[in-house]
């Protein structure tokens, strides 16, 4: 049978047949010669309106119990709904007693529903969220099948810890004793080992070798594009963040594209920018940012769909500015207004007082900040060198970008991939990392190297920065985030 949602979209074609509706009541007002309920089966907001015009079969019905109905579906007479089912039959196929459900009508906080983590999917706001991010993703998948990029599934379990920040989540059997020398060089040795290698010469390691959850997919699909030359991932990755913010998860969804022979950050800038604007395209009228965003507004928020709509169509590129440019304007800015706890200096990285700034109150939109100082940033970044749009010195930058969006603060990260192999291997021990470790990375320059490049999406920031949700925890089904309990 047809969801509700595909019910309400075209109505049943034969107007006079009877009809089946699966889901949960979400509300229920009897009256002496005629019953309402809400029912909903989650596929769109708010559901349908039953109404009981014979009360006896409406007498079972309580908030959350599973149902099944029959019944017409016909043209409402009343306000705020187009059609409504005239119910003949009512069967409750799961009943849920209204004085413990922990589900109450009344308001629950956000709180509440992180400790009720796996009943929240049936309030209003986490069911929309839900449908936007099934949605936001299949935009991207159109967005990148439309340019000529393919998905790939890269791997979750990894050696390398890609971004370098040492967050990386180290993975083992269960079997296996706890780890006492977590050292990925020396285990190195062991990678011939046979399986008859005791359990105390590779203490919690994945088969003789130590392994991680990746933090990132670049790395792989680095290696797929200097084949397949346009890919994508949309995938989960995972670090060790103990930063407890409305931005940080241990476990998040990354959208990460990867494209060979691009010489320019300006060039990822536009894939990226294209990628959100078709998205924000996409999803501006749908009736989950409608929810979404009414949700903010009843919280004394303002309604900001009109604003991204217009960020969707706006006749400029977005704003692009170097690091260089954006630390004289936070330094101009802190000069005149001792604005910030953290004095702006070139070198320096960007705070996230300064980053809600620039976006906030300087630009007052997503601005891209590009050509960081090659010490903030990991080692695969190409050196800029004397075409560069803020020259230095040779390397003293990198050809990336941040883009920093209101209310979210750092959406994207991206930049051109160092092709060249002697810059890479210099980079790669400045930064104190084992060449060893990259041996099949640096091989993608020795064959057939070519100018690359490309970007990280996180996707609960996206669904943070379309939907206003405040927090990234609210952007996910069931969140991962330092100290918290798993289901
Ligand atoms: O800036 P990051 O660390 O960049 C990378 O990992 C690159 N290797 C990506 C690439 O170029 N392929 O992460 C990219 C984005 C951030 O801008 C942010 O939106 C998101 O991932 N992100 C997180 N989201 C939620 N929780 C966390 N702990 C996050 N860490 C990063
Ligand atoms: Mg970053």
């Not at 991204?308 to 954006?326: G, N, S, V």
Request: aromatic residues 8%; glycine residues 6%; hydrophobic residues 40%.
């Amino acid at each position: 049978p047809p969801t509700i949602r595909q019910l309400l979209a075209s109505p049943p074609s034969s107007p006079t047949a009877a009809i089946q509706v699966n889901g949960w009541v979400k509300s229920v007002r009897k009256q002496k010669k005629v019953a309402f309920a809400v029912i909903s089966d989650g596929s769109s907001e708010p559901g349908l309106q039953a109404v009981f015009t014979d009360v006896g079969l409406a007498k079972q019905l309580t908030n959350g119990a599973s149902v099944r109905l029959r019944g017409m579906l016909k043209d409402s007479p009343g306000a705020g709904q187009a059609k409504e089912l005239q119910v003949s039959e009512a069967e409750v196929l799961g009943e849920c007693d209204p004085e413990t459900y922990p589900m109450q009508k009344k308001a629950l906080t956000v709180e509440y529903l992180r400790d009720h983590c796996h009943l929240r999917a049936r309030t209003r706001e986490i069911g929309a969220m839900l449908r936007l991010r099934d949605s936001a993703a299949t935009a991207i998948h159109d967005y990148f099948h439309n340019n000529g990029f393919i998905h790939v599934h890269t791997p979750i379990i990894t050696s390398n810890d890609c971004e370098g920040a040492g967050e990386t989540f180290r993975i083992a059997p269960s079997s296996d004793p706890p780890s006492t020398t977590p050292s990925p060089a020396s285990s190195a040795s062991t990678s011939t080992a046979s399986s008859a290698t005791t359990a105390q010469s590779t203490p919690s390691e994945y088969f003789h070798h130590p392994a991680y959850l990746t933090v990132s997919s670049q790395l792989h699909l680095e290696a797929v594009a200097a084949a397949i030359s346009r890919v994508y991932t949309l995938s989960p990755c995972f670090r060790a963040e103990r930063s407890q913010t409305s931005r940080h998860l241990a476990e998040f969804w990354m959208l990460e594209a990867e494209w060979a022979f691009t010489s320019s950050v300006d060039d990822v800038c536009t894939v990226v920018e294209g990628a959100l604007r078709h998205l924000l395209r996409a999803h501006a009228a749908s009736s989950e940012m409608e929810a979404l965003w009414r949700a903010r507004a009843a919280e004394g928020g303002a309604d900001k769909r009109p604003e991204l709509l217009a960020l969707a169509d706006a006749p400029q590129p977005w704003t692009r500015l170097t690091y260089t440019a954006a630390v004289d304007l936070l330094k101009a800015h802190h000069a005149r207004t001792n604005a910030f706890v953290f004095a702006p200096d070139w070198g320096k990285g960007l705070q996230s007082e300064h980053e809600r700034w620039l976006a906030e109150e300087h630009v007052r939109g997503p601005v891209f900040v590009t050509d960081y100082p090659a010490s903030l940033k990991p080692f695969y970044m190409r050196a800029n060198d004397a075409s560069s749009p803020d020259h230095r010195a040779p390397g003293a930058t990198v050809a990336c970008f941040d883009l920093l969006v209101p209310g979210v603060g750092e959406l994207v990260g991206g930049s051109l991939r160092e092709e060249r192999l002697e810059l890479l291997e210099a980079a790669i021990e400045r930064h104190g990392l084992d060449r060893a470790d990259y041996a099949w990375y640096l091989d993608l320059r020795r064959y057939g190297g070519a100018p690359h490049g490309g970007f990280g999406l996180g996707f609960e920031r996206l669904i943070s920065w379309m939907s206003g949700i405040e927090s990234v925890r609210e952007c996910v089904a069931m969140p991962r985030w330092a100290g918290r309990m798993l289901l």
